[in-house]
């Protein structure tokens, strides 16, 4: 009977192995997803520059417009000057094409503004777009180790679970079945690993003569309180006195 304990008792430490494995693969993918969001809202600072660009040559393209409009409405008053038929009519269009050309000046020396300004947003953007990369870059060798990291696991997993499957072979039926019930009962906790006195898991402590009984016999120990299977590893000189 001792034998099938032991065999229990390594069952259950296989199944915890499971447990922390189970729990490293469901958590690696999403701290994987928080670093991906996270990369992508610092792409914000490309798209912020970029913006800032659209605008700049938004603002270009409509001073070009102005100019043609103006432009039209000279030529309209160049057309009027030159059937005017009074000195007056003539000299109150030389002052709107002057007032337009003025105009016109004015548009022309915003574009030139806006060209300058346009240099330096074309190298906010490069420079966004470096910077960009290099934490992306970052973010993206963080994503690369953790999903190769979770491949590990993976295997980890597999091979546990063969392994596990090839010990359960070797445990007697009955055994089995009370391990199992447990384990579905007692939240993945069936053998309890007694280190002095005490549970292992719910820390009552062990009336002595169980205690004794739980060292010299191989009968099976039940957790008064938990109702786990209560298992101590015997030392050299325990095993020794046994014999
Ligand atoms: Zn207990």
């Given at each position: 009977?001792?034998?099938?304990?032991?065999?229990?008792?390594?069952?259950?430490?296989?199944?915890?192995?499971?447990?922390?494995?189970?729990?490293?693969?469901?958590?690696?993918?999403?701290?994987?997803?928080?670093?991906?969001?996270?990369?992508?809202?610092?792409?914000?600072?490309?798209?912020?520059?970029?913006?800032?660009?659209?605008?700049?040559?938004?603002?270009?393209?409509?001073?070009?417009?102005?100019?043609?409009?103006?432009?039209?409405?000279?030529?309209?008053?160049?057309?009027?000057?030159?059937?005017?038929?009074?000195?007056?009519?003539?000299?109150?269009?030389?002052?709107?094409?002057?007032?337009?050309?003025?105009?016109?000046?004015?548009?022309?020396?915003?574009?030139?503004?806006?060209?300058?300004?346009?240099?330096?947003?074309?190298?906010?953007?490069?420079?966004?777009?470096?910077?960009?990369?290099?934490?992306?870059?970052?973010?993206?060798?963080?994503?690369?180790?953790?999903?190769?990291?979770?491949?590990?696991?993976?295997?980890?997993?597999?091979?546990?679970?063969?392994?596990?499957?090839?010990?359960?072979?070797?445990?007697?039926?009955?055994?089995?079945?009370?391990?199992?019930?447990?384990?579905?009962?007692?939240?993945?906790?069936?053998?309890?690993?007694?280190?002095?006195?005490?549970?292992?898991?719910?820390?009552?402590?062990?009336?002595p003569q169980r205690l004794s009984e739980l060292i010299s016999?191989?009968?099976?120990?039940?957790?008064?309180?938990?109702?786990?299977?209560?298992?101590?590893?015997?030392?050299?000189?325990?095993?020794?006195?046994?014999?």
């Amino acid at each position: 009977m001792k034998d099938g304990l032991e065999l229990l008792y390594k069952l259950q430490q296989f199944d915890d192995r499971q447990t922390e494995t189970d729990i490293r693969i469901s958590e690696i993918p999403k701290t994987i997803e928080s670093l991906e969001k996270d990369r992508d809202s610092k792409a914000d600072i490309v798209s912020k520059s970029k913006e800032k660009f659209e605008d700049n040559l938004k603002a270009r393209e409509k001073f070009e417009k102005d100019i043609l409009l103006l432009k039209e409405k000279i030529s309209k008053y160049k057309e009027q000057l030159n059937k005017s038929t009074t000195n007056k009519e003539y000299q109150g269009f030389i002052t709107e094409i002057k007032y337009e050309e003025n105009k016109i000046l004015e548009i022309e020396e915003k574009i030139i503004e806006e060209m300058l300004k346009s240099d330096e947003v074309m190298e906010e953007v490069r420079k966004s777009e470096s910077e960009f990369m290099i934490i992306s870059e970052d973010y993206n060798k963080r994503i690369k180790d953790l999903d190769q990291n979770l491949l590990y696991y993976k295997e980890k997993l597999t091979e546990e679970q063969n392994s596990k499957a090839e010990l359960r072979k070797t445990v007697p039926d009955d055994l089995l079945k009370i391990y199992d019930k447990l384990i579905k009962n007692r939240e993945g906790k069936a053998i309890s690993f007694v280190e002095t006195n005490f549970c292992g898991i719910c820390n009552v402590k062990i009336r002595p003569q169980r205690l004794s009984e739980l060292i010299s016999t191989t009968n099976i120990f039940i957790c008064e309180n938990c109702g786990r299977i209560l298992y101590k590893e015997l030392k050299e000189e325990e095993q020794k006195e046994k014999v």
